[in-house]
């Protein structure tokens, strides 16, 4: 889904105009490419009897490569946004969902544990992340800690409290 989802931001992003059926052509060709690549990666780290749990991590690797990605293409061309999440969230949702469903309809099973363990995974490296999106929380914290201390948050700046630790994370 990160290469598919790639591929459409960047049609949507750097090619003007009415995407008619470009965009999910994009789209499926950046799939393509993601599990090829996520193969050509579990393939070079080795064979053996942990050879479904390299192809396993390979892609995910490869899926957080490609969703950072798409993030910075973005972030690059914020003007697109609207567009770009219209497509993305509704139709490569939708495809993995369905993509999801198949599989699990042919008898594919993944054991619990490994499931856990990948959302524990993708759980800490998050962690480790600065937030992306809005920032509104920490203005509010900002907005509430200068009323509780007495300053006007109207007529107040981060600047003005340079070594308050909750103001100084507003971001301007």
Avoid: K
């Amino acid at each position: 889904a990160s290469g598919a989802g790639l591929a459409a931001t960047l049609r949507i992003a750097l090619l003007p105009g009415d995407p008619g059926l470009t965009v999910p052509l994009a789209a499926f060709v950046g799939a393509l490419g993601g599990v090829a690549l996520a193969y050509l990666l579990g393939n070079a780290a080795g064979q053996g009897a942990s050879h479904s749990a390299t192809l396993m991590l390979a892609g995910i690797a490869v899926s957080s490569f490609l969703g950072a990605m798409q993030t910075f293409v973005l972030q690059y061309r914020s003007e697109e946004l609207q567009r770009i999440y219209a497509w993305v969230l509704g139709g490569v949702g939708a495809a993995g969902l369905a993509l999801c469903l198949t599989a699990l309809r042919r008898g594919w099973r993944v054991p619990a544990s490994r499931l856990v363990g990948a959302g524990l995974l993708v759980a800490a490296a998050f962690a480790f992340l600065p937030p992306v999106g809005s920032t509104d929380h920490l203005n509010y914290a900002a907005y509430g800690r200068m009323a509780a201390t007495g300053h006007d948050p109207y007529a107040t700046r981060a600047s003005d409290l340079p070594h308050d630790p909750v103001i100084n994370a507003v971001q301007e």
